[in-house]
């Protein structure tokens, strides 16, 4: 053979053979990346199905699952770093890799319901608190990952949840409480998701205001006590629209109340 | 080397050659598949999840009817319906339209796509606090993929 002849096959069995090679690295390494992603899908349409029946009520339930990651943003998850999804509800979960995660549904409410709200917890981490707070499908432990305490503030380098009264510490930065729920929230919730949990349901009070307003002005009857509702709804919503959470419901429960002692319909 | 022996050294590596690139289609193709199956999957976990509201907006707070906080009877509240029309364009959805017939139209909210529209409609309770009386309505959903 020719020597040009050798050296023609040897480039050619070199360039096929790396052209063969980085076509099967390239399909190994999109195919585990599509099997990954997939997986993740898979896990999320579990989610989906779960969530669908526990919205109505305020339950949970439990996923038992591949372990997986978590990384938890305003209005979505994503799972495996993989497949983000878009949650349609007020949420609060935390970043991390789990293979059993509880789904609790809790209702948020101010006299009148402002929303379900999901807790995503994860029950590979120890939780605690200084007084009958968890309720039994979370996993308490004295050596606690995240604590959450309505007597003392203990200061370590675990995660603390601080509850003085109606606020809630977490972070240094105090929040307050117009349900308990957000007191899970906090527990359950990285920051920023607690943060961004936080605002949306204050967002959706606000909405509730407006919506409740404008349904009041719909009535002909009973327009005194109509009149002192509108008076309040106002009051409240403006209140916390300027950052003034702490608004007190009761005077408009009663005067709710009242509408129905009156026989006239109720406004929630 | 003799003159044979070459000739069956090429032919070994066409022969290889030829087989790589056969089996390089058969992947593709296989790849293409698994690809296809993956986006029907998706497109059906859309679909479920579009499917879903029509169970998730006649429960929101925002829209649900309630008698001294209890929540009881699964309908629509008019006035409630007719007042979230008015701010839901703070709300999103996606490119949806959500409407409420009962009587007349509500539309609760709408962010107009491109394309073709899917609709799944559901029959509704929607109570009527006004004259406190409960009529048979429709949700109508559209879509755009």
Same mark, same amino acid.
């Given at each position: 053979?020719?020597?040009?002849?050798?050296?023609?096959?040897?480039?050619?069995?070199?360039?096929?053979?790396?052209?063969?090679?980085?076509?099967?690295?390239?399909?190994?390494?999109? /195919?585990?990346?599509?099997?990954?992603?997939?997986?993740?899908?898979?896990?999320?349409?579990?989610?989906?199905?779960?969530?669908?029946?526990?919205?109505?009520?305020?339950?949970?339930?439990?996923?038992?699952?591949?372990?997986?990651?978590?990384?938890?943003?305003?209005?979505?998850?994503?799972?495996?770093?993989?497949?983000?999804?878009?949650?349609?509800?007020?949420?609060?979960?935390?970043?991390?890799?789990?293979?059993?995660?509880?789904?609790?549904?809790?209702?948020?409410?101010?006299?009148?319901?402002?929303?379900?709200?999901?807790?995503?917890?994860?029950?590979?981490?120890?939780?605690?608190?200084?007084?009958?707070?968890?309720?039994?499908?979370?996993?308490?432990?004295?050596?606690?990952?995240?604590?959450?305490?309505?007597?003392?503030?203990?200061?370590?380098?675990?995660?603390?949840?601080?509850?003085?009264?109606?606020?809630?510490?977490?972070?240094?930065? =105090?929040?307050?409480?117009?349900?308990?729920?957000?007191? /899970?929230?906090?527990?359950?919730?990285?920051?920023?998701?607690?943060?961004?949990? /936080?605002?949306?349901?204050?967002?959706?009070?606000?909405?509730?205001?407006?919506?409740?307003?404008?349904?009041?002005?719909?009535?002909?009857?009973?327009?005194?006590?109509?009149?002192?509702?509108?008076?309040?709804? =106002?009051?409240?919503?403006?209140?916390?629209?300027?950052?003034?959470?702490?608004?007190?419901?009761?005077?408009?429960?009663?005067?709710?109340?009242?509408?129905?002692?009156?026989?006239?319909?109720?406004?929630? | 080397?003799?003159?044979?022996?070459?000739?069956?050294?090429?032919?070994?590596?066409?022969?290889?050659?030829?087989?790589?690139?056969?089996?390089?289609?058969?992947?593709?193709?296989?790849?293409?598949?698994?690809?296809?199956?993956?986006?029907?999957?998706?497109?059906?976990?859309?679909?479920?999840?579009?499917?879903?509201?029509? !169970?998730?907006?006649?429960?929101?707070?925002?829209?649900?009817?309630?008698?001294?906080?209890?929540?009881?009877?699964?309908?629509?509240?008019?006035?409630?319906?007719?007042?979230?029309?008015?701010?839901?364009?703070?709300? !999103?959805?996606?490119?949806?339209?959500?409407?409420?017939?009962?009587?007349?139209?509500?539309?609760?909210?709408?962010?107009?796509?491109?394309?073709?529209?899917?609709?799944?409609?559901?029959?509704?309770?929607?109570? !009527?606090?006004?004259?406190?009386?409960?009529?048979?309505?429709?949700? !109508?959903?559209?879509?755009?993929?």
């Amino acid at each position: 053979m020719k020597k040009a002849e050798v050296q023609f096959n040897l480039i050619f069995v070199i360039v096929a053979g790396v052209m063969i090679l980085a076509f099967f690295l390239f399909f190994t390494t999109k /195919y585990i990346d599509l099997k990954e992603k997939q997986e993740a899908a898979k896990i999320s349409g579990q989610i989906d199905n779960l969530l669908l029946g526990l919205k109505f009520n305020t339950q949970y339930k439990e996923l038992d699952v591949p372990n997986f990651n978590l990384n938890v943003n305003c209005g979505n998850i994503t799972i495996n770093n993989r497949f983000t999804k878009d949650l349609d509800y007020v949420f609060f979960a935390t970043n991390g890799t789990s293979k059993k995660l509880t789904f609790w549904v809790k209702e948020v409410e101010k006299g009148f319901r402002i929303d379900n709200v999901v807790f995503i917890i994860d029950n590979t981490k120890k939780y605690y608190s200084d007084r009958e707070f968890f309720p039994d499908f979370v996993n308490v432990n004295e050596d606690y990952d995240v604590g959450v305490f309505f007597n003392s503030c203990p200061n370590n380098n675990k995660k603390v949840i601080c509850v003085d009264g109606n606020n809630i510490n977490y972070n240094g930065e =105090s929040f307050y409480s117009f349900d308990d729920a957000l007191i /899970y929230g906090a527990a359950f919730g990285n920051f920023d998701n607690f943060k961004c949990s /936080y605002e949306k349901l204050v967002d959706k009070l606000i909405i509730l205001y407006d919506i409740y307003l404008k349904k009041n002005e719909g009535f002909n009857d009973g327009q005194e006590i109509r009149s002192q509702i509108s008076t309040l709804l =106002s009051e409240n919503k403006n209140k916390i629209v300027n950052g003034n959470y702490d608004v007190d419901n009761s005077q408009l429960d009663l005067l709710n109340t009242k509408l129905s002692n009156y026989e006239l319909e109720v406004l929630y | 080397m003799n003159k044979k022996a070459q000739i069956g050294i090429q032919e070994t590596i066409l022969v290889i050659f030829v087989f790589f690139i056969v089996l390089m289609i058969g992947m593709i193709f296989f790849f293409q598949l698994n690809m296809k199956s993956i986006q029907n999957d998706i497109d059906q976990y859309n679909e479920f999840r579009f499917k879903q509201l029509i !169970d998730i907006v006649p429960n929101m707070a925002e829209l649900r009817y309630s008698k001294l906080g209890v929540e009881d009877v699964y309908c629509i509240d008019l006035l409630k319906a007719r007042a979230f029309s008015e701010i839901s364009s703070e709300y !999103d959805f996606g490119k949806k339209e959500i409407k409420l017939i009962s009587g007349d139209e509500i539309v609760l909210y709408s962010k107009i796509g491109r394309g073709e529209i899917r609709k799944v409609t559901s029959p509704v309770c929607v109570y !009527d606090p006004r004259n406190g009386k409960f009529y048979l309505g429709e949700l !109508d959903i559209g879509w755009w993929a």
